[in-house]
Protein backbone atom coordinates (compact mmCIF):
# COMPACT_ATOMS: atom_id res chain seq x y z
CA UNK A 1 0.00 0.00 0.00
CA UNK A 2 2.76 2.29 0.66
CA UNK A 3 4.62 1.66 -2.30
CA UNK A 4 1.45 2.67 -4.00
CA UNK A 5 0.91 6.08 -2.31
CA UNK A 6 4.73 6.68 -3.21
CA UNK A 7 4.01 6.07 -6.89
CA UNK A 8 1.50 7.86 -7.58
CA UNK A 9 3.19 11.48 -5.96
CA UNK A 10 5.84 12.06 -8.88
CA UNK A 11 2.91 12.36 -11.06
CA UNK A 12 1.44 15.35 -9.89
CA UNK A 13 5.46 16.70 -9.88
CA UNK A 14 5.23 16.43 -13.34
CA UNK A 15 1.93 17.88 -14.00
CA UNK A 16 2.96 21.20 -12.35
CA UNK A 17 6.60 21.15 -14.17
CA UNK A 18 4.52 21.02 -17.19
CA UNK A 19 2.31 23.98 -16.36
CA UNK A 20 5.22 26.17 -15.81
CA UNK A 21 7.06 25.36 -18.98
CA UNK A 22 3.78 26.22 -21.15
CA UNK A 23 3.04 29.74 -19.36
CA UNK A 24 5.19 31.64 -22.51
CA UNK A 25 3.50 34.82 -21.99
CA UNK A 26 4.54 35.80 -18.63
CA UNK A 27 8.27 35.79 -20.48
CA UNK A 28 6.90 37.91 -23.06
CA UNK A 29 5.47 40.40 -20.77
CA UNK A 30 8.47 40.24 -19.07
CA UNK A 31 10.95 41.17 -21.99
CA UNK A 32 8.98 43.75 -22.85
CA UNK A 33 9.25 45.05 -19.68
CA UNK A 34 12.74 45.37 -20.15
CA UNK A 35 12.58 46.78 -23.31
CA UNK A 36 10.46 49.32 -22.53
CA UNK A 37 12.93 50.32 -19.20
CA UNK A 38 16.14 50.43 -21.54
CA UNK A 39 14.36 52.22 -24.33
CA UNK A 40 13.26 55.14 -21.49
CA UNK A 41 17.31 54.88 -20.13
CA UNK A 42 17.51 52.48 -17.32
CA UNK A 43 20.22 50.51 -18.37
CA UNK A 44 20.49 48.52 -15.27
CA UNK A 45 18.47 45.80 -17.29
CA UNK A 46 20.43 44.72 -19.57
CA UNK A 47 23.02 43.43 -16.73
CA UNK A 48 22.96 39.49 -16.88
CA UNK A 49 24.14 39.10 -13.70
CA UNK A 50 20.93 41.00 -12.05
CA UNK A 51 17.67 38.76 -11.08
CA UNK A 52 14.84 39.23 -13.42
CA UNK A 53 13.24 40.82 -9.38
CA UNK A 54 16.00 43.29 -9.10
CA UNK A 55 15.60 44.45 -12.88
CA UNK A 56 12.12 44.94 -12.32
CA UNK A 57 11.93 46.58 -9.08
CA UNK A 58 15.01 48.42 -9.94
CA UNK A 59 12.86 49.75 -13.26
CA UNK A 60 9.61 50.91 -11.39
CA UNK A 61 12.06 53.07 -7.82
CA UNK A 62 13.85 54.88 -10.66
CA UNK A 63 10.54 55.45 -13.20
CA UNK A 64 8.86 56.83 -10.07
CA UNK A 65 12.09 58.74 -8.72
CA UNK A 66 11.88 60.52 -12.53
CA UNK A 67 8.25 61.37 -12.02
CA UNK A 68 9.74 64.24 -9.83
CA UNK A 69 6.52 63.69 -7.85
CA UNK A 70 6.56 64.76 -4.01
CA UNK A 71 5.92 61.23 -1.72
CA UNK A 72 6.23 60.91 1.94
CA UNK A 73 8.08 57.60 1.31
CA UNK A 74 11.67 55.76 1.32
CA UNK A 75 12.10 54.14 -1.71
CA UNK A 76 16.11 52.90 -1.10
CA UNK A 77 16.67 49.74 -3.99
CA UNK A 78 19.63 47.26 -3.36
CA UNK A 79 20.77 44.83 -4.96
CA UNK A 80 20.11 41.36 -3.53
CA UNK A 81 17.65 41.93 -0.58
CA UNK A 82 16.31 39.89 1.56
CA UNK A 83 13.04 38.95 1.88
CA UNK A 84 11.63 40.92 4.25
CA UNK A 85 13.24 44.00 2.80
CA UNK A 86 11.67 42.70 -0.35
CA UNK A 87 8.32 42.48 0.80
CA UNK A 88 8.70 46.17 2.47
CA UNK A 89 9.46 47.78 -0.97
CA UNK A 90 6.83 46.40 -3.18
CA UNK A 91 4.57 47.47 -0.70
CA UNK A 92 5.95 50.97 -0.60
CA UNK A 93 5.64 51.08 -4.35
CA UNK A 94 2.00 49.88 -4.04
CA UNK A 95 1.01 52.49 -1.94
CA UNK A 96 2.92 55.32 -3.71
CA UNK A 97 1.21 54.51 -7.25
CA UNK A 98 -2.68 55.58 -5.94
CA UNK A 99 -0.83 58.83 -4.82
CA UNK A 100 0.42 59.63 -8.42
CA UNK A 101 -3.05 58.39 -9.74
CA UNK A 102 -1.77 55.59 -11.19
CA UNK A 103 -4.97 54.19 -13.43
CA UNK A 104 -3.62 50.92 -12.78
CA UNK A 105 -3.93 48.72 -9.57
CA UNK A 106 -1.76 45.65 -8.39
CA UNK A 107 -0.84 43.83 -5.43
CA UNK A 108 2.44 43.24 -3.76
CA UNK A 109 2.42 39.57 -4.15
CA UNK A 110 1.95 40.02 -8.24
CA UNK A 111 5.37 42.44 -8.05
CA UNK A 112 7.25 39.43 -5.63
CA UNK A 113 5.86 36.69 -8.09
CA UNK A 114 6.88 38.12 -11.01
CA UNK A 115 3.50 38.36 -12.08
CA UNK A 116 4.64 40.17 -15.15
CA UNK A 117 0.89 40.50 -17.34
CA UNK A 118 0.01 42.99 -14.45
CA UNK A 119 3.02 44.84 -13.49
CA UNK A 120 3.37 45.74 -17.89
CA UNK A 121 0.29 48.10 -17.85
CA UNK A 122 1.91 49.51 -14.51
CA UNK A 123 5.94 50.21 -15.88
CA UNK A 124 4.11 51.94 -19.64
CA UNK A 125 2.46 54.40 -17.35
CA UNK A 126 4.95 55.16 -15.60
CA UNK A 127 7.18 55.20 -18.06
CA UNK A 128 5.44 57.64 -20.12
CA UNK A 129 5.04 59.91 -17.28
CA UNK A 130 8.82 59.83 -16.54
CA UNK A 131 9.66 60.86 -20.76
CA UNK A 132 6.72 63.47 -19.83
CA UNK A 133 8.83 64.94 -16.86
CA UNK A 134 11.82 65.21 -18.22
CA UNK A 135 10.87 66.86 -21.57
CA UNK A 136 8.91 69.33 -19.74
CA UNK A 137 11.91 70.29 -17.13
CA UNK A 138 14.43 70.35 -20.75
CA UNK A 139 12.30 72.79 -21.82
CA UNK A 140 12.16 74.60 -18.85
CA UNK A 141 15.61 75.16 -18.41
CA UNK A 142 16.60 75.43 -21.84
CA UNK A 143 13.90 78.83 -21.77
CA UNK A 144 15.40 80.13 -18.39
CA UNK A 145 19.14 79.93 -19.92
CA UNK A 146 18.04 81.32 -22.54
CA UNK A 147 16.09 84.48 -20.67
CA UNK A 148 19.36 84.68 -18.89
CA UNK A 149 21.35 85.07 -21.57
CA UNK A 150 19.18 88.23 -23.19
CA UNK A 151 19.67 89.86 -19.54
CA UNK A 152 23.32 90.36 -20.34
CA UNK A 153 24.04 90.32 -23.62
CA UNK A 154 22.26 92.10 -26.73
CA UNK A 155 21.39 90.43 -29.96
CA UNK A 156 22.96 90.60 -33.52
CA UNK A 157 19.66 91.98 -35.32
CA UNK A 158 19.20 94.52 -32.52
CA UNK A 159 22.53 96.27 -33.58
CA UNK A 160 22.33 95.72 -37.11
CA UNK A 161 18.79 97.77 -36.86
CA UNK A 162 20.19 100.55 -34.91
CA UNK A 163 23.23 101.04 -37.34
CA UNK A 164 20.87 100.62 -40.30
CA UNK A 165 18.88 103.51 -39.08
CA UNK A 166 22.09 105.59 -38.49
CA UNK A 167 22.82 105.11 -41.86
CA UNK A 168 19.14 105.69 -43.04
CA UNK A 169 19.95 109.10 -41.63
CA UNK A 170 22.81 109.63 -42.54
CA UNK A 171 22.61 109.14 -46.42
CA UNK A 172 20.43 112.33 -46.76
CA UNK A 173 22.88 114.45 -45.08
CA UNK A 174 25.97 112.90 -47.36
CA UNK A 175 23.47 113.97 -50.83
CA UNK A 176 23.27 117.35 -49.45
CA UNK A 177 26.81 117.79 -48.60
CA UNK A 178 27.52 116.47 -52.16
CA UNK A 179 25.42 118.67 -54.00
CA UNK A 180 26.52 121.98 -52.71
CA UNK A 181 30.57 120.92 -52.75
CA UNK A 182 30.16 119.13 -56.43
CA UNK A 183 32.33 120.41 -58.72
CA UNK A 184 31.70 123.29 -60.93
CA UNK A 185 33.10 124.37 -64.32
CA UNK A 186 32.50 127.61 -66.62
CA UNK A 187 30.76 127.68 -69.12
CA UNK A 188 33.17 129.52 -71.58
CA UNK A 189 36.61 127.80 -72.81
CA UNK A 190 39.04 130.06 -71.39
CA UNK A 191 37.57 130.46 -67.88
CA UNK A 192 37.37 126.16 -68.21
CA UNK A 193 41.12 126.19 -69.48
CA UNK A 194 42.30 128.76 -67.03
CA UNK A 195 40.40 126.49 -64.09
CA UNK A 196 42.38 123.58 -65.01
CA UNK A 197 45.89 125.00 -64.90
CA UNK A 198 45.19 126.19 -61.79
CA UNK A 199 44.33 122.97 -60.64
CA UNK A 200 47.45 121.42 -61.78
CA UNK A 201 49.56 123.98 -60.44
CA UNK A 202 50.87 125.79 -63.84
CA UNK A 203 50.45 129.85 -64.13
CA UNK A 204 47.79 130.84 -66.37
CA UNK A 205 46.87 134.63 -67.94
CA UNK A 206 44.00 136.55 -66.24
CA UNK A 207 41.23 137.08 -69.44
CA UNK A 208 39.16 140.15 -69.61
CA UNK A 209 35.20 139.06 -70.59
CA UNK A 210 34.21 139.55 -74.10
CA UNK A 211 31.66 140.59 -75.95
CA UNK A 212 29.38 138.22 -77.38
CA UNK A 213 29.47 137.44 -81.61
CA UNK A 214 32.76 139.03 -81.71
CA UNK A 215 35.17 137.60 -84.44
CA UNK A 216 38.57 139.09 -82.10
CA UNK A 217 37.24 137.92 -79.63
CA UNK A 218 36.91 134.61 -80.81
CA UNK A 219 40.52 134.42 -82.09
CA UNK A 220 41.60 135.97 -79.06
CA UNK A 221 40.19 132.69 -77.34
CA UNK A 222 41.88 130.27 -80.20
CA UNK A 223 45.24 131.84 -79.01
CA UNK A 224 44.87 131.41 -75.63
CA UNK A 225 44.02 128.06 -76.02
CA UNK A 226 47.38 127.27 -77.91
CA UNK A 227 48.90 129.31 -74.69
CA UNK A 228 47.61 126.87 -72.53
CA UNK A 229 48.53 123.80 -74.63
CA UNK A 230 51.99 125.01 -74.90
CA UNK A 231 52.73 125.63 -71.25
CA UNK A 232 50.83 122.05 -70.80
CA UNK A 233 53.72 120.56 -72.94
CA UNK A 234 56.08 122.35 -70.96
CA UNK A 235 54.82 121.34 -67.32
CA UNK A 236 55.05 117.35 -69.14
CA UNK A 237 58.54 118.17 -70.38
CA UNK A 238 59.68 119.13 -67.06
CA UNK A 239 58.00 116.51 -65.10
CA UNK A 240 59.26 113.35 -67.54
CA UNK A 241 62.83 115.59 -67.25
CA UNK A 242 62.42 115.40 -63.02
CA UNK A 243 61.67 111.48 -63.16
CA UNK A 244 64.34 111.40 -64.94
CA UNK A 245 67.03 113.44 -63.04
CA UNK A 246 65.71 111.43 -59.94
CA UNK A 247 68.48 109.33 -58.07
CA UNK A 248 68.60 105.42 -56.84
CA UNK A 249 67.34 106.19 -53.67
CA UNK A 250 64.02 107.14 -55.15
CA UNK A 251 63.47 104.17 -56.86
CA UNK A 252 64.32 102.17 -54.04
CA UNK A 253 61.71 104.07 -51.94
CA UNK A 254 59.41 103.52 -54.09
CA UNK A 255 60.22 99.46 -54.58
CA UNK A 256 59.91 99.88 -51.00
CA UNK A 257 56.60 101.34 -51.31
CA UNK A 258 55.69 98.66 -53.71
CA UNK A 259 56.11 95.31 -51.44
CA UNK A 260 54.85 97.34 -47.86
CA UNK A 261 51.51 97.79 -50.60
CA UNK A 262 51.20 94.19 -51.78
CA UNK A 263 51.70 93.20 -47.92
CA UNK A 264 48.78 95.46 -47.32
CA UNK A 265 46.86 93.86 -49.90
CA UNK A 266 47.59 90.68 -48.87
CA UNK A 267 46.36 91.41 -44.86
CA UNK A 268 43.65 93.14 -46.66
CA UNK A 269 42.52 90.16 -48.47
CA UNK A 270 43.07 87.92 -45.41
CA UNK A 271 41.13 90.32 -43.34
CA UNK A 272 38.31 90.60 -45.62
CA UNK A 273 38.24 86.46 -45.58
CA UNK A 274 37.96 86.59 -42.06
CA UNK A 275 35.09 89.09 -42.41
CA UNK A 276 33.03 86.96 -44.60
CA UNK A 277 33.96 84.31 -41.77
CA UNK A 278 32.58 86.94 -39.17
CA UNK A 279 29.36 87.43 -41.10
CA UNK A 280 28.42 83.84 -41.28
CA UNK A 281 28.97 83.61 -37.97
CA UNK A 282 26.91 86.72 -37.27
CA UNK A 283 24.13 85.74 -39.74
CA UNK A 284 24.23 81.55 -38.03
CA UNK A 285 23.93 83.72 -34.80
CA UNK A 286 20.96 85.85 -35.65
CA UNK A 287 19.24 82.67 -37.11
CA UNK A 288 20.16 80.47 -33.56
CA UNK A 289 18.71 84.32 -31.88
CA UNK A 290 15.35 83.93 -33.84
CA UNK A 291 15.04 80.68 -32.43
CA UNK A 292 15.79 81.56 -28.94
CA UNK A 293 13.92 84.50 -29.10
CA UNK A 294 10.87 82.17 -30.36
CA UNK A 295 11.43 80.10 -27.61
CA UNK A 296 11.89 82.77 -24.96
CA UNK A 297 8.43 83.98 -26.00
CA UNK A 298 6.98 80.58 -25.53
CA UNK A 299 8.69 80.61 -22.21
CA UNK A 300 7.05 83.43 -21.76
CA UNK A 301 3.91 82.52 -22.14
CA UNK A 302 4.62 79.40 -20.25
CA UNK A 303 5.67 81.88 -17.30
CA UNK A 304 2.22 83.64 -17.38
CA UNK A 305 0.35 79.99 -17.98
CA UNK A 306 2.18 79.48 -14.57
CA UNK A 307 1.35 82.44 -12.72
CA UNK A 308 -1.96 82.35 -13.39
CA UNK A 309 -1.67 78.64 -12.27
CA UNK A 310 -0.12 78.87 -9.51
CA UNK A 311 -1.89 77.49 -6.15
CA UNK A 312 -0.77 76.59 -2.57
CA UNK A 313 0.23 73.14 -3.88
CA UNK A 314 2.67 74.02 -6.70
CA UNK A 315 4.46 76.91 -4.26
CA UNK A 316 6.76 73.76 -2.95
CA UNK A 317 7.43 73.00 -6.43
CA UNK A 318 8.48 76.49 -7.30
CA UNK A 319 10.82 76.39 -4.40
CA UNK A 320 12.51 73.60 -5.96
CA UNK A 321 12.69 75.42 -9.43
CA UNK A 322 14.43 78.49 -7.77
CA UNK A 323 16.94 76.76 -5.95
CA UNK A 324 17.74 74.99 -9.09
CA UNK A 325 18.03 77.88 -11.07
CA UNK A 326 20.28 79.52 -7.98
CA UNK A 327 22.53 76.50 -8.37
CA UNK A 328 22.56 76.95 -12.02
CA UNK A 329 23.38 80.49 -11.87
CA UNK A 330 26.08 79.30 -9.17
CA UNK A 331 27.46 76.80 -11.47
CA UNK A 332 27.85 79.62 -14.42
CA UNK A 333 29.99 81.81 -12.62
CA UNK A 334 32.15 78.95 -11.18
CA UNK A 335 32.50 78.17 -15.28
CA UNK A 336 33.65 81.60 -16.01
CA UNK A 337 36.14 81.93 -13.57
CA UNK A 338 37.52 78.30 -14.87
CA UNK A 339 37.87 79.75 -17.76
CA UNK A 340 39.18 82.96 -16.65
CA UNK A 341 41.97 80.88 -14.54
CA UNK A 342 42.32 78.83 -17.86
CA UNK A 343 43.17 81.67 -19.66
CA UNK A 344 45.68 82.71 -17.40
CA UNK A 345 47.22 78.91 -17.23
CA UNK A 346 47.27 79.60 -20.96
CA UNK A 347 49.40 82.72 -21.27
CA UNK A 348 51.44 81.20 -18.26
CA UNK A 349 52.50 78.16 -20.44
CA UNK A 350 52.90 80.45 -24.04
CA UNK A 351 55.22 82.74 -21.64
CA UNK A 352 57.15 79.50 -20.33
CA UNK A 353 57.54 77.99 -24.06
CA UNK A 354 58.34 81.45 -25.77
CA UNK A 355 61.35 81.57 -22.93
CA UNK A 356 61.98 77.82 -23.95
CA UNK A 357 62.43 78.51 -27.22
CA UNK A 358 65.26 81.76 -26.80
CA UNK A 359 66.90 79.21 -25.03
CA UNK A 360 70.30 77.37 -26.97
CA UNK A 361 69.17 74.61 -29.01
CA UNK A 362 71.41 72.36 -27.40
CA UNK A 363 69.69 72.21 -24.20
CA UNK A 364 66.39 71.73 -25.92
CA UNK A 365 67.86 68.64 -27.29
CA UNK A 366 69.79 67.35 -24.40
CA UNK A 367 65.66 68.38 -23.20
CA UNK A 368 64.22 66.32 -25.22
CA UNK A 369 66.89 63.19 -25.25
CA UNK A 370 65.52 63.38 -21.34
CA UNK A 371 61.88 63.27 -22.40
CA UNK A 372 61.88 60.32 -24.42
CA UNK A 373 64.10 58.30 -21.96
CA UNK A 374 61.99 59.64 -18.88
CA UNK A 375 58.74 58.26 -21.35
CA UNK A 376 60.19 54.92 -22.02
CA UNK A 377 60.13 54.52 -18.46
CA UNK A 378 56.94 56.02 -18.21
CA UNK A 379 55.82 53.25 -20.58
CA UNK A 380 57.54 50.52 -18.79
CA UNK A 381 55.91 50.88 -15.63
CA UNK A 382 52.39 51.27 -17.07
CA UNK A 383 52.93 48.23 -18.30
CA UNK A 384 54.21 46.80 -15.05
CA UNK A 385 51.47 48.55 -13.34
CA UNK A 386 49.24 47.07 -16.21
CA UNK A 387 50.40 43.38 -15.21
CA UNK A 388 49.90 43.98 -11.50
CA UNK A 389 45.77 45.74 -12.00
CA UNK A 390 45.52 42.20 -14.15
CA UNK A 391 46.69 40.12 -11.01
CA UNK A 392 45.19 41.91 -8.61
CA UNK A 393 42.40 41.37 -10.22
CA UNK A 394 41.81 37.79 -11.03
CA UNK A 395 42.94 37.49 -7.38
CA UNK A 396 40.20 39.65 -6.05
CA UNK A 397 38.14 37.34 -8.22
CA UNK A 398 39.01 34.60 -6.55
CA UNK A 399 38.20 36.63 -3.19
CA UNK A 400 34.75 37.10 -3.75
CA UNK A 401 34.16 33.39 -5.12
CA UNK A 402 34.67 32.39 -1.32
CA UNK A 403 31.74 32.90 0.90
CA UNK A 404 32.78 35.25 3.98
CA UNK A 405 31.69 34.43 7.39
CA UNK A 406 28.65 36.78 6.97
CA UNK A 407 27.60 35.24 3.88
CA UNK A 408 28.36 31.47 5.20
CA UNK A 409 26.09 31.91 8.11
CA UNK A 410 23.51 33.30 5.70
CA UNK A 411 23.33 30.41 4.08
CA UNK A 412 23.36 28.24 6.96
CA UNK A 413 20.47 29.81 8.18
CA UNK A 414 18.50 29.27 4.73
CA UNK A 415 19.56 25.58 4.80
CA UNK A 416 18.30 25.59 7.96
CA UNK A 417 15.18 27.06 7.00
CA UNK A 418 14.71 24.46 3.76
CA UNK A 419 15.67 21.42 6.22
CA UNK A 420 13.06 22.65 8.43
CA UNK A 421 10.44 23.18 6.05
CA UNK A 422 11.67 19.34 4.14
CA UNK A 423 11.22 17.57 7.62
CA UNK A 424 8.02 19.30 8.86
CA UNK A 425 6.66 17.96 5.18
CA UNK A 426 8.11 14.54 5.74
CA UNK A 427 7.31 14.10 9.12
CA UNK A 428 3.79 15.28 8.17
CA UNK A 429 3.30 12.97 5.38
CA UNK A 430 4.55 10.31 7.06
CA UNK A 431 1.67 10.52 9.51
CA UNK A 432 -0.66 10.37 6.87
CA UNK A 433 0.63 7.09 5.50
CA UNK A 434 0.92 5.17 8.72
CA UNK A 435 -2.48 6.46 9.36
CA UNK A 436 -3.73 5.30 6.02
CA UNK A 437 -1.87 1.76 7.10
CA UNK A 438 -3.03 1.36 10.30
CA UNK A 439 -6.98 2.23 9.37
CA UNK A 440 -6.29 -0.10 6.16
CA UNK A 441 -4.85 -3.13 8.77
CA UNK A 442 -8.22 -2.55 10.94
CA UNK A 443 -10.63 -2.54 7.92
CA UNK A 444 -8.73 -5.78 6.98
CA UNK A 445 -9.23 -7.34 10.08
CA UNK A 446 -13.11 -5.94 10.86
CA UNK A 447 -13.74 -7.30 6.80
CA UNK A 448 -12.47 -10.77 8.17
CA UNK A 449 -14.44 -10.57 11.44
CA UNK A 450 -17.49 -9.92 9.92
CA UNK A 451 -16.88 -12.61 7.14
CA UNK A 452 -16.10 -15.08 10.11
CA UNK A 453 -19.39 -13.76 12.01
CA UNK A 454 -21.62 -14.79 8.54
CA UNK A 455 -20.16 -17.94 8.04
CA UNK A 456 -20.72 -18.71 11.60
CA UNK A 457 -24.54 -17.50 11.27
CA UNK A 458 -24.71 -19.39 8.07
CA UNK A 459 -23.54 -22.75 9.51
CA UNK A 460 -24.52 -23.03 12.97
CA UNK A 461 -28.45 -24.46 12.67
CA UNK A 462 -27.06 -27.05 9.74
CA UNK A 463 -24.06 -27.78 12.78
CA UNK A 464 -26.93 -27.90 15.83
CA UNK A 465 -29.25 -30.35 13.67
CA UNK A 466 -26.54 -33.73 14.23
CA UNK A 467 -24.30 -34.57 16.91
CA UNK A 468 -21.28 -35.25 14.68
CA UNK A 469 -21.76 -32.04 12.76
CA UNK A 470 -22.33 -30.49 16.36
CA UNK A 471 -18.55 -31.49 17.30
CA UNK A 472 -17.07 -30.56 14.25
CA UNK A 473 -18.27 -27.43 14.68
CA UNK A 474 -16.81 -26.64 17.84
CA UNK A 475 -13.80 -28.51 16.57
CA UNK A 476 -13.55 -25.39 13.91
CA UNK A 477 -14.75 -22.67 15.93
CA UNK A 478 -11.72 -23.52 18.55
CA UNK A 479 -9.13 -23.65 16.00
CA UNK A 480 -10.80 -20.33 14.76
CA UNK A 481 -10.09 -19.06 18.66
CA UNK A 482 -6.42 -20.54 18.62
CA UNK A 483 -5.71 -18.64 15.25
CA UNK A 484 -7.05 -15.12 16.51
CA UNK A 485 -4.71 -15.79 19.74
CA UNK A 486 -1.58 -16.73 17.62
CA UNK A 487 -2.38 -13.19 15.85
CA UNK A 488 -2.78 -11.20 18.92
CA UNK A 489 -0.09 -12.65 20.36
CA UNK A 490 2.08 -11.54 16.98
CA UNK A 491 0.71 -8.41 16.92
CA UNK A 492 1.26 -7.92 20.61
CA UNK A 493 5.39 -8.90 19.73
CA UNK A 494 5.42 -6.37 16.93
CA UNK A 495 3.81 -3.63 19.66
CA UNK A 496 6.33 -4.56 21.83
CA UNK A 497 9.10 -4.22 19.25
CA UNK A 498 8.21 -1.07 17.91
CA UNK A 499 8.04 0.39 21.71
CA UNK A 500 11.70 -0.80 21.98
CA UNK A 501 12.43 1.01 18.90
CA UNK A 502 11.10 4.26 19.85
CA UNK A 503 12.18 4.10 23.50
CA UNK A 504 16.07 3.61 21.74
CA UNK A 505 15.33 6.47 19.28
CA UNK A 506 14.01 8.61 22.30
CA UNK A 507 17.30 7.74 23.83
CA UNK A 508 19.31 8.92 20.57
CA UNK A 509 17.55 12.06 20.17
CA UNK A 510 18.50 13.41 24.00
CA UNK A 511 22.06 12.27 23.09
CA UNK A 512 22.27 14.16 20.08
CA UNK A 513 20.14 17.42 21.40
CA UNK A 514 23.16 17.45 23.86
CA UNK A 515 25.72 17.40 21.35
CA UNK A 516 24.01 19.72 19.37
CA UNK A 517 24.04 22.07 22.71
CA UNK A 518 27.55 21.50 22.96
CA UNK A 519 28.17 21.91 19.23
CA UNK A 520 25.99 25.61 19.54
CA UNK A 521 28.10 26.73 22.56
CA UNK A 522 31.27 25.49 20.76
CA UNK A 523 30.73 27.53 17.87
CA UNK A 524 29.88 30.69 19.86
CA UNK A 525 33.03 30.54 21.82
CA UNK A 526 35.00 29.93 18.56
CA UNK A 527 33.33 33.52 17.42
CA UNK A 528 34.89 35.18 20.08
CA UNK A 529 37.54 34.38 19.92
CA UNK A 530 37.94 34.62 16.07
CA UNK A 531 36.45 38.52 16.81
CA UNK A 532 39.35 38.31 19.03
CA UNK A 533 42.29 37.35 17.03
CA UNK A 534 40.97 39.56 14.41
CA UNK A 535 41.02 42.63 16.69
CA UNK A 536 44.75 41.64 18.07
CA UNK A 537 45.64 41.15 14.59
CA UNK A 538 44.53 44.84 13.60
CA UNK A 539 46.48 46.03 16.57
CA UNK A 540 49.68 44.53 15.20
CA UNK A 541 49.21 45.83 11.86
CA UNK A 542 48.98 49.56 12.67
CA UNK A 543 47.25 52.47 12.04
Known amino acids: MFNDVVKKTPKSSEATEADVREDEEQGVKFQEIIDLLVAAGYFRARIKGLSNFDKVIGGLTWCIETCNFDIDVDLLFRENLTIGQKIALTEKIVAVLPKMNCPHRIEPHQI ?10 VVQWLVKRSMKTREQMAGFVRSFAVSQFEKNHSSADERKDSASGKIENMIPNIMLVKKVYEIRRPEDVTSTVQSSLLEYGA ?29 ISKVTDSYAGLMISEDNASFRAIAALEKQKSTLENKAQKLRKERDGLLTKVSDASDRLKKIRTGRKVVEEAFKKMKEMETNENEEKLRKLEELLSVHDGLKDQENKFRDQCRMDLNLLRNAVMEIEKDEPQEEEVR ?27 LTRQLDDVPGRSELTQYQRRFMELYNQ ?13 LYNTLDDTKLYLSKELSLLNSIQDNYNEAMASASGKEQFLKQFEAIVEG ?16 SRRDALSRQLVTLVEQQRKYVAAVKQLTIECRKNEALLAQLRGP
Open 484 to 499: VKRNKTKVEKRCAEEK
Open 203 to 231: AAHIFTDTADGNDENQHQEMDVVDDANAQ
Open 422 to 434: VSAKHKETKQYYT
Open 112 to 121: QGLDCIHIFP
Open 368 to 394: VIEYEEKKENVNRLRLQLAKKNRVIAS
